[in-house]
């Protein structure tokens, strides 16, 4: 299995002809939470994202700066449809939002092909930065599938290794976005602030599907850190 590593951003004359000039020329986007032209938060990381059937995409986010002024993202901002935050200097957010054109591209291309994001997901200065692994040939067939509207910048590449000192590599893509989920929401939180029957409405999954998600992380992560 082959793992590469890019960078993907929009190119120039896309934004232009999209209307967004302004981040153009000031270096703006996603990464930058702003509430009334003002800084609130900055994100360091997407630690999972999916796209929904109805074209809209969830997702959880760690950011860095006011969680409570991020809070409030969804009345203030169109594109973001609901937002869940944690505490701390450094938090996560649960998004369900309208994915811009480089995410949705990536998404769409990764659901079609046989291939993997190896999460996070990081902003940087020059674009998204994402790993992928798979076989070559479905690698290849991305790239390739990548409309000329994104630039696709090659950092590395190389065969994957997973790395197998990580709790949260033993667990399906599944259960890590429903303990993401539960954390985000306050699942372990002392005292609990959420309950399974909030994370299957979050989600729009059953009670019981939920629970059997979380019973089987939960035993894989213990039985890695303990056995």
Known sequence: MRYITVVLAPTDEYLRSSGH???????????????D??????????EYANL???????????????ADQVATI????????SC??????????YLQYE???????????VDTEAISIDWPVRDTADGVQVTLF?????????????????DVRLERAGEYQPDTDDPAAQLTDRQKEIV????????????????????AAELGLSQGTIGEHLRRAEAKIIQFVIV
């Open 134 to 150: 798979g076989e070559d040939a479905a690698l290849q067939q991305m790239i390739a599938s990548v409309p000329d509207k994104i």
């Open 84 to 93: 869940t935050v944690t505490g701390g200097e450094a938090w996560l957010a």
């Open 37 to 46: 032209d003002t800084l609130v938060a900055t994100q360091e990381a997407i």
């Open 180 to 199: 993401r989920a539960a954390i985000v929401a306050g699942y372990y939180d002392i005292p609990r602030r959420a309950t399974q029957q909030d994370l």
């Open 52 to 66: 929904l059937d109805d074209g809209t995409a969830v997702a959880i986010v760690q950011f860095r700066g006011d």
């Open 21 to 35: 000039q302004q981040m153009l020329e000031d270096g703006t986007g996603l990464s930058e939470i702003r509430i």
């Open 74 to 81: 969804a009345d203030e901002t169109p594109e973001i449809i």
């Open 99 to 109: 994915p811009d054109e480089v995410e949705r591209t990536l998404y769409e291309l």
